[in-house]
């Protein structure tokens, strides 16, 4: 059973952990050196919370799950909970989260299952806004951003740096890949390739990313291959093997090329067409 605490210590660094008092926390869940706890919040067993990361009121952490150091968790965030997966059959999967992730109000996110390889990973420095959902086996990248209601179903991977508008919708076994944006409202059934923007219902593509890339320092060299070579894969009449052998031709010193074409190569739904 779990049990109430005030504070804690920790023998090594000597930082105290902060429960409230009205907070439930097992005795062997794990808690780092500055942690705190807000009111009415539940921690269970086999959690493992990282120094200086701050639970707010009214959450619930639960499952095999692992939280990294210096995040905020706010109020009413559900972390580690069964999958919503009839195939689960309580297997002892895990869910493990990175550093200096702001997980907002109402957040949701579910452990792996056995049928998805038994792990959900979300890496560090994330923004998940409130009412964002992450399903079961899902793998995010760090540096993400999911806005308001964002709901990935399972299996799911978000490279790094993607940003996710409000209230969009993502099937399972998609890919979005790194600065990738997805505009709001959005229904997203086949893989989004890096360094794009894209948004309808379903989602199409539109072309590059530029303020992403630029954010991110991408040289103007770079842009302008990349946006030489969406031009030929998505607003050309060739086939998509064509054009991605005319892509290749200049894809030789360019990583963002190279990422782009693999991704692209590796798709199994398909990428979206204008």
Known sequence: MATQAKARKQPASGSAVQVHHTAIVHPNAKLGSGVSVGPYTVIEEHVTIGARTRVGAHCVLEGRTTIGEECQIFTGAVIGSIPQDLKYRGEASTLTIGDRNKIREYVTINPGTEGGGGRTTIGSDCLLMAYAHVAHDCTVGSH????????????????????????????QFVRVGRLAIIGGCSRVIQDIPPYSTCVGYPAAIFGINREGLRRAGVSSDVQRRLHHAFRILFFSKLAMSHALQEVAKDADHCLELQHLIAFIRASKRGIPRP
Not at 152 to 167: F, K, N, R, S, Y
């Open 144 to 171: 993400v951003i999911l806005a308001n209601s964002v709901a990935l179903a399972g299996h799911i991977t978000i490279e790094d740096h993607a940003v996710v508008g409000g209230l969009v919708g993502i099937h």
